[in-house]
């Protein structure tokens, strides 16, 4: 499916990705779990990080952790890693570039059927909508995946958005810069649209196309028109 085909079919509603759809955080997040595993004795470069964690939850990622700092992953460790993590982010995060505009267009001419379906916990994604100025067109439609009986890659977490919003999977379109959340959105029955700019920390357009994504952008603002 091209962008002209992709124009053509009819979307009921636009589920978004939080982290590198709607606000930059990744490089933020990845420079402080960079920085605390390499003072756990995980010699990682920053692009490693990037490379290993982006799109996962780093509790998913335990074992490998374990075995390179020789430490278990405790709840104290998790516990400063959101707290400086959090702080970082109230400080610096920034919107993605033409988001802000991209999900007002996507809002009004969908009547409010969008939602955000995120893989991080509730309280950093909230935050970080609220940071941006966009917490007021997702309210009551917010969903993390460390809520579902799975996340991402399994599709829960994008049922779940769908059900919110009252449209089957099969009438939403899922924005998606991961290949870990291209899967999870195609898993859910939806057709997924990559994001993918050439800042580092997304997904290249070759590796979400092969997950499944029909097409992918590489700036936010031509969102609105593959809605027709």
Same mark, same amino acid.
């Given at each position: 499916m091209n962008a002209t085909t992709l124009r053509t079919a009819r979307f009921d509603a636009v589920l978004f990705d939080c982290d590198g759809v709607l606000v930059d955080s990744?490089? *933020?997040?990845? /420079?402080?779990?960079? $920085?605390?595993?390499?003072? $756990?004795g995980w010699? *990682?470069?920053?692009?490693?990080?990037?490379?290993?964690?982006? /799109?996962?939850?780093?509790?998913?990622?335990?074992?490998r952790i374990e075995a390179h700092t020789g430490r278990p992953l405790t709840d104290?460790?998790?516990?400063?890693?959101?707290?400086?993590?959090? $702080?970082r982010l109230a400080a610096e995060l920034q919107p993605i570039d033409g988001a802000l505009q991209a999900v007002? $267009?996507?809002?009004?001419r969908l009547a409010g059927r969008i939602a955000c379906a995120s893989g991080a916990d509730r309280q950093k994604v909230e935050m970080q909508l609220a940071q941006v100025g966009l917490a007021p067109l997702f309210a009551g439609r917010v969903f993390s995946g460390h809520e579902m009986p799975a996340t991402k890659p399994a599709p829960d977490v994008y049922l779940a958005a769908a059900a919110a919003v009252g449209v089957p999977p099969v009438r939403c379109l899922v924005v998606e810069d991961t290949v870990t959340g291209v899967t999870a959105g195609v898993a859910a029955g939806a057709t997924v649209v990559g994001y993918s700019p050439s800042? *580092? /920390?997304h997904g290249s357009p070759e590796a979400l196309r092969a997950a499944g994504a029909v097409h992918v952008i590489a700036d936010m603002a031509q969102l609105p028109a593959l809605l027709g």
């Open positions: 990744e490089p *933020i997040t990845n /420079g402080v779990l960079c $920085a605390m595993l390499n003072e $756990a010699p *990682i470069t920053a692009a490693e990080c990037m490379a290993t964690f982006v /799109g996962k939850t780093v509790r998913s990622e335990a074992a104290a460790w998790m516990a400063e890693f959101y707290a400086r993590r959090n $702080a007002r $267009a996507v809002h009004e800042a *580092i /920390g």
